[in-house]
C-alpha cells in the first residue's frame, strides 16, 4: 500500500466569475481592419498591443480571435507565447507545432513526417529539402544536410540570414496558397533578444501576403526597442485603464446574480481598481473571500454588507497578488510553491516526487496513486480559482501539465520558497526530468541545466549550458548560444578540460560572428594554452588559425600572418592535411588583402592542389573561387575566367546555390572591367535569383551594388540611384560596414553624374571615413579617387587643392599593394584632372603627361600577358565591382 497521506481536504470553491471584455471596442475595431487590410490588400499587417499589467492584453487577443472563428470565410491563426526565462525561440516553436499539429510528445519520426507532408504539400519539389532542414531546426526535428547545408557548413552567419528567410517565405506561401492567417506573439517583453530580432525581421520583410501578426507586451518592449513600431504597415495600440463608466458597466455584469447591496459593492471595486480589469476581477473575488458575497443554491449571490469592512481591496496588482496567495491554505501553498520550483509551466508526477523527498518506501511499494491523487483535486480547486491551468497536451509523454495562470503570481509564489528548499527541489526536479526527456534537443538541455545551476549543481549545470550551446550554434543562433557558452564555461572552471577546449572554440566562432571581436580572441588564446599543456598539435592550429582569421579580418595583417603561418606549421607536424590545405588558402588570402598577388597565388594553388587530392568539390571550389579574385585583382582576366568557370561548374554540380550566386557576381565584375555591361548585367540578375531563392540578403546587397554600379557607367544616374539605395537598405540591417561604405561610394558617383556635386562629395567622404576607420586598403583607395573626381568638378581652388591631395592619397596606396589595375585607373584619371587644370604650368603638364604614360605601360604589360580584351582607357573607370571572397 502507498503510504503518502492526506493532511488537508481541498477547500471548497467560490464562484470564479470572469470579468467581461468592457470598454476595448475602439481597440477590436483597429484589430478588425488591420485583418481587412491584409486579406484584402493581400499585404501583411501588424499591430502591437501595448499595455500595463492587468490592462487585458491577452484577454483582447482572444476576445479578436474568437470574433475571427465566428465569421464567414477561413482565417486560421496561431499563437505563440513568450514566458520568462523560458526557451530562447519557444514562442516560434509552439507557433509552428499549432501550424503543423506538432504536439510536444509526437515521436520524432512522426513529427518528421508531418512536417514533411506539409511542407510537399506547399512547396515544389526544388525546396522541399532545404526547406525541412531550416523550418526543422524551429522545431528541433532533425532532417539529413541538403547540398545547400553543406556548401554553407561554417558559415553560422550566412545560415542564420538563411534560416529567418526561409520561416518567412514557408509563412508566405502558406498565407497565399491556404488562406489568411494571423499569428500572435503574447507577452513579447519576456521574450530572449534574438526573438524579438526574428519577430522584428518578420514583421519588416512578410511581404505579398494575407497575413496579421498581433503582438503583445508591456512597455518594457518599447524600452528595449524603442524604433518597435517603426515599419508603415504596423499599428501601435495603447491600452489604458479603464474609464469609470466602463469600470462600472464591467463590475456590474459580473455582479449580476447578486441581490440587494450590489450598487455598493460595484462603487467599492470601482473606487479601488483604478480602471484596472485584473483588480476589478480581484476585487469580486475577494468580495467571496471575506464572506460579503456568498453564493446561494438558487445561483443567486447574497450580499453582507456589513462584512464589507472585512474585505481587503487590493490598491496595486501587486497587493492583489499578496492578497491572492495569503488567501490560500497550506496545502494550497506547498503544492504551488513546489509548482513554481519547476517554472511557469510543471508536471504533476513532479510533484508527486517533490512530495516524497526524504520519505522512505514502504516495505510493499504497489505503485498506488493516493498522494497524485491529492495533489490532482488541490490543482483542480486552485484551477477553478484560476491560479493555474491545465494543458489538454503535454510536453512529456504520459504526464499531466499545467501552468501558473498568471506570471506574477507564479513569480511571488517563487519567492516564498527558502533557499535550502529550493536547491533540493531543484535538484529533484532536475533528476526526475532525466528520465523522462528521452529525445533532447536545446529546450531539453535549458531547462536541465537551469534546474542543476539552482541546485548548486556546477558540473551537470556546465555540460548542459554547453551541449544547448553547441545545439543554438547549429540552428545559427549565436546570441544564445554565446549566452549558453558563457554560463557552461563558467560552471565548468578546469573540471573536464577535454569539454573546455571545444568551448573555448564554439564560444570564440560565435562570438566573431557577433562582432565581440576582443572576447573571441581571449577564448581561442584560452583554447590554445590547454592544446599547448597536453600537446595537441592539430588542436593548436586550429586554435592559431582561428586568431589569424580573426586578425585577418579586423585589417592587423601582420598579426594575422605569424598566426596563420605557425597553424599552418602546426597542421603540417601533426599530418592534418585538410588543416594544412584550408591554411594554405588563409594565408593566400593575406598576401590578397596586402596586394601581394603572385605570393597569393603560390599559397593558393598550393591548397587547391591538397584539396584536389582528397576530392572535396566544396572545397576545392572555395579555392577556385579565391584564385580567381587573385587573377582578376592582378589583371590575368582569361586565367580568373577559367578558374571562375570551373567553380561555377562544380557548384552548380553540388547544388551550392549561395556560391553560385558568389561566382556568378564575380564573373559578372570581370565583363564589366570589359565594358560588356549588357553580358555582366545578364549574370548579376541570375546571381540575384539565386541569392533571393535562399534569402541571402548579404550577397543580394552585393549584387543590387555592382548593378546600380553598371548602371552610373552606363549614364544612367537614375536608375543608379534607385538600385543603390535598394542595396543600401538591405545593407542597413544587416550592419556590413564595408558593404555601406561601398555603396555610398556608388551612390556619389551617380549623384556627381547628375551634377549634384554636394551630394556626391557628402556620400564619398562617409565611404572614404568607413574604409579608413576598417583599414581596407584597395577599397580606400578606390574611394580616394572617386572623391578626388567630385572634388575635380569643384570651380574653387579650395576642391582642386583637395582633389589633388585625394589623388595623391590613392596613388600611394596601390603603389603600396602594387595592384598595377587600379593604380592604372588612378593614373589615368588624375593624368586627365592634370591637362584639365594645368593651364600654362609646365609641370603640372608634364606629370599629367607622365602618369599618362605609366597607364599605358600597366595596360601594355597586360595586353602582352593576356588574350583578354581590356577596357578603355577612361577617367571613368572605377573599383571592379564588390568581389565576394570565400570563407575558407
Known amino acids: ?63 479578436f480571435l474568437e470574433r475571427v472563428e465566428d465569421q464567414p470565410g477561413r482565417t486560421r491563426y496561431f499563437r505563440g507565447l513568450a514566458k520568462q526565462g523560458g526557451p530562447n525561440l519557444g514562442l516560434v516553436q509552439r507557433l509552428l507545432q499549432a501550424r503543423f499539429g506538432i504536439a510536444d510528445h509526437t515521436p520524432a519520426d512522426a513529427a518528421r513526417e508531418m512536417l514533411r507532408k506539409a511542407v510537399s504539400e506547399l512547396l515544389d519539389d526544388r525546396r522541399v529539402t532545404e526547406f525541412l532542414h531550416f523550418l526543422g531546426a524551429y522545431l528541433d526535428v532533425s532532417f539529413p544536410e541538403s547540398p545547400l547545408t553543406k556548401a554553407l557548413e561554417g558559415d553560422a552567419e550566412q545560415l542564420g540570414r538563411i534560416s529567418r528567410a526561409v520561416l518567412r517565405s514557408f509563412l508566405e506561401a502558406d498565407a497565399r496558397e491556404n488562406g489568411p492567417m494571423i499569428l500572435t506573439f503574447e507577452e513579447l517583453d519576456q521574450a530572449h533578444d534574438e526573438t524579438l530580432e526574428l519577430v522584428r525581421y518578420l514583421i519588416e520583410s512578410l511581404a505579398d501576403a494575407p497575413i496579421l501578426v498581433i503582438v503583445s507586451a508591456r512597455p518594457q518592449l518599447l524600452t528595449r526597442r524603442p524604433d518597435w513600431t517603426r515599419s508603415a504597415a504596423h499599428t501601435r495600440v495603447q491600452l489604458a485603464p479603464l474609464s469609470a463608466d466602463d469600470a462600472t458597466r464591467m463590475v456590474a455584469e459580473m455582479l449580476a446574480p447578486a441581490g440587494d447591496g450590489k450598487d455598493e459593492l460595484v462603487e467599492a471595486a470601482v473606487d479601488m481598481a483604478g480602471g ?39 490598491l496595486s496588482v501587486d497587493d492583489a497578488i499578496a492578497a491572492r496567495i495569503s488567501s490560500m491554505g497550506p496545502a494550497e501553498r506547498e503544492v504551488l510553491e513546489r509548482a513554481a520550483a519547476m517554472g511557469s509551466v510543471f508536471w504533476l508526477g513532479a510533484l508527486v516526487a517533490l512530495g516524497r523527498i526524504e520519505r522512505d518506501p514502504p516495505s510493499l511499494w504497489g505503485g498506488a496513486e493516493d498522494l497524485a491523487g491529492h495533489y490532482r483535486d488541490l490543482l483542480k480547486q486552485l484551477e477553478e480559482r484560476d491560479y493555474v491551468m491545465r494543458f489538454e497536451d503535454s510536453s512529456i509523454p504520459g504526464e499531466e501539465e499545467y501552468a501558473f495562470k498568471h506570471n506574477l503570481e507564479h513569480d511571488a509564489v517563487y519567492k516564498l520558497i527558502s533557499p535550502d528548499a529550493r536547491r533540493r527541489y531543484h535538484r529533484r526536479v532536475a533528476e526526475w526530468l532525466e528520465f523522462r526527456l528521452t529525445e533532447r534537443g536545446e529546450e531539453a538541455f535549458d531547462l536541465l541545466a537551469t534546474h542543476y545551476e539552482a541546485a548548486d549543481a556546477s558540473h551537470q549545470a556546465a555540460y548542459y549550458f554547453l551541449a544547448a550551446g553547441d545545439r543554438a550554434r547549429m540552428r545559427y543562433a549565436n546570441a544564445k548560444a554565446a549566452d549558453y557558452y558563457a554560463r557552461g564555461i563558467r560552471l565548468l572552471g578546469d573540471k573536464d578540460v577535454v569539454r573546455l577546449l571545444d568551448a573555448h572554440h564554439n564560444y570564440g566562432d560565435v562570438l566573431q560572428l557577433l562582432g565581440r571581436n576582443d572576447e573571441a580572441l581571449t577564448h581561442f588564446r584560452q583554447m590554445l594554452v590547454l592544446a599547448f599543456r597536453l600537446d595537441l598539435k592539430s588542436k593548436g592550429g586550429a586554435a592559431h588559425n582561428r586568431i589569424g582569421r580573426l586578425y585577418r579580418a579586423i585589417g592587423q595583417l601582420e598579426e594575422a600572418m605569424r598566426n596563420l603561418g605557425t597553424g599552418l606549421a602546426l597542421f603540417d607536424a601533426a599530418g592534418d592535411e585538410r588543416g594544412v590545405a584550408s591554411s594554405l588558402d588563409d594565408v593566400g588570402k593575406v598576401h590578397w588583402m596586402r596586394g601581394a598577388y603572385e605570393a597569393a597565388e603560390g599559397f593558393m594553388k598550393r591548397g587547391l592542389e591538397k584539396r584536389r587530392e582528397y576530392g572535396d568539390e566544396r572545397s576545392i571550389a572555395l579555392s577556385l573561387n579565391n584564385l580567381g579574385l587573385v587573377y582578376q585583382d592582378s589583371g590575368r582576366f582569361d586565367a580568373a575566367l577559367d578558374v571562375f568557370s570551373e567553380a561555377l561548374m562544380l557548384r552548380r554540380r553540388i547544388g551550392d546555390q549561395p556560391g553560385i550566386a558568389q ?95 554636394a551630394a556626391a562629395r557628402d556620400y564619398v567622404t562617409r565611404s572614404v571615413a568607413i574604409f579608413e576607420r576598417a583599414r581596407s586598403k584597395p577599397f580606400l583607395g578606390v574611394a580616394l579617387r572617386t572623391l578626388a573626381e567630385v572634388e575635380a568638378r569643384a570651380a574653387d581652388a579650395d576642391g582642386l587643392s583637395k582633389a589633388d591631395e585625394a589623388f595623391r592619397q590613392s596613388l600611394s596606396i596601390f603603389d603600396e599593394l602594387g595592384n598595377d589595375v587600379e593604380l592604372a585607373k588612378t593614373c589615368e584619371s588624375f593624368s586627365e584632372f592634370l591637362q584639365r587644370t594645368a593651364g600654362s604650368d609646365p609641370h603640372r603638364a608634364a606629370e599629367a603627361a607622365a602618369l599618362r604614360d605609366r597607364a599605358l605601360e600597366v595596360h601594355g604589360k597586360q595586353l602582352a600577358s593576356e588574350t583578354y580584351a581590356l577596357p578603355p582607357l577612361d577617367g571613368d573607370q572605377t573599383n571592379p565591382g564588390v568581389e565576394l571572397p570565400d570563407v575558407t
Do not use: C
Not at 295 to 310: E, Y
Not at 695 to 721: C, H
Not at 743 to 754: C, E, P, V, Y
Open 663 to 757: 561566382t556568378l557576381n564575380n564573373l559578372g565584375t570581370i565583363h564589366q572591367d570589359n565594358d560588356s555591361h549588357v553580358q555582366a548585367t545578364q549574370l548579376w540578375n541570375e546571381a540575384l535569383e539565386h541569392a533571393r531563392a535562399v534569402g541571402d540578403r548579404m550577397r543580394e546587397a552585393v549584387i543590387l551594388t555592382n548593378l546600380g554600379e553598371s548602371s552610373y557607367r552606363q549614364g544612367q544616374p537614375q536608375e543608379a540611384i534607385a538600385t543603390l539605395q535598394k542595396a543600401e537598405e538591405i545593407s542597413a540591417q544587416l550592419g556590413d560596414r564595408i558593404l555601406e561604405a561601398e555603396i555610398l561610394r556608388g551612390l556619389g558617383k551617380a549623384h556627381m553624374l547628375q551634377n549634384d556635386t
Open 276 to 314: 484596472s480589469p485584473y483588480l476589478l476581477e480581484q476585487a469580486v473575488r475577494t468580495f467571496f473571500e471575506s464572506g460579503t458575497l456568498e453564493a446561494q443554491r438558487d445561483g443567486t449571490w447574497k450580499v453582507s454588507l456589513d462584512r464589507l469592512d472585512d474585505a481587503y481591496l487590493p
Open 1 to 63: 500500500m502507498e503510504e503518502d497521506t492526506v493532511t488537508e481536504s481541498p477547500r471548497m470553491s467560490a464562484p470564479n466569475p470572469r470579468a467581461p471584455l468592457t470598454g476595448r471596442e475602439r481597440e477590436l475595431r483597429e484589430l478588425d481592419e488591420a485583418l481587412a487590410r491584409a486579406v484584402t490588400d493581400r499585404r501583411p499587417q501588424t499591430v502591437t498591443v501595448i499595455g500595463g499589467a492587468g490592462m487585458g492584453k491577452g484577454r483582447l487577443v482572444v476576445e
